[in-house]
């Protein structure tokens, strides 16, 4: 059975010739589809007989492209009656991680680091403090706890999706402040993660708590430009630092 799916070669970002195979071409343009459907997490695409007969690909080309397809999140096979090609909505922790890994294979330096938090951050404390909401004070408050505990039992205050940074990310309303913010976050521990502890650690980790909750108050009370000032301080502090704390 000839594939109606063919290869496709293009130039990449070294200007070196990539063909792209044709389980990769199905597999973005199923997941074309997907988007222009607006993501209709849970509807099935159809079953493997309807998808061969639908896209006139061989059934190892299928299988390839649904196997691209589960490893980026997108979509699912779900055996017996009923099932079929399933979407599904992408996990963003798979994203930050892999753009993590990239960056740091880029050779990222700690001031590009920092440059590119804070002009993110910026932006995500602003539209926070513009934004916020009962819920949101709820969840900032709850991420202040949860740092308080951290930092009185000597554990550095970054924690990942539920710390003062990624909450505030969240809180701007804008999903791809939201997952630039956690990349760059997850990376700066990546980073750092082996570098050597400073003595003064535990007072650096009282700073910044400090400086979290001063910033969590200017985004409750809804003053942006606070909110901004206090952010930018607090992020140049810890570009300072040897390592995120």
């Known amino acids: 059975m000839a594939d109606a799916v063919p290869e496709i070669t293009h130039t990449d970002g070294n200007n070196s010739r990539v063909k792209e195979k044709r389980g990769e071409v199905l597999a973005r343009k199923i997941e074309e589809k997907i988007m222009r459907a607006g993501w209709p997490v849970g509807e099935v695409l159809g079953s493997e007989p309807d998808l061969l007969q639908e896209y006139k690909v061989s059934r190892a080309v299928l299988r390839e492209a649904v196997r691209i397809m589960e490893h980026h999140g997108t979509a699912r096979t779900r055996r017996g009656p009923g099932g079929g090609l399933i979407v599904t909505k992408p996990d963003a922790r798979a994203v930050v991680r892999s753009a993590a890994v990239y960056l740091d294979s880029e050779g990222i330096t700690p001031d590009k680091l920092a440059a590119a938090r804070t002009g993110v951050e910026l932006i995500a404390v602003q539209l926070a403090a513009q934004n916020i909401d009962e819920d949101g004070i709820t969840r900032l408050r709850a991420a202040l706890d949860r740092e308080r505990a951290s930092v009185a039992g000597g554990e550095s205050a970054t924690s990942g999706r539920n710390d003062v940074h990624t909450v505030i990310a969240a809180l701007s309303g804008n999903p791809a402040i939201q997952l630039f913010t956690e990349t760059l976050t997850q990376l700066a521990v990546e980073v750092f993660r082996s570098a050597p502890e400073p003595k003064t650690a535990s007072d650096a980790r009282a700073q910044f708590l400090d400086d979290h909750i001063a910033i969590v108050e200017a985004v ?19 570009a300072g630092e040897s390592h995120p704390l």
């Open 220 to 238: 409750v009370s809804g003053d942006a430009s606070v909110a901004r000032f206090r952010m930018q301080q607090h992020l140049a502090r810890l």
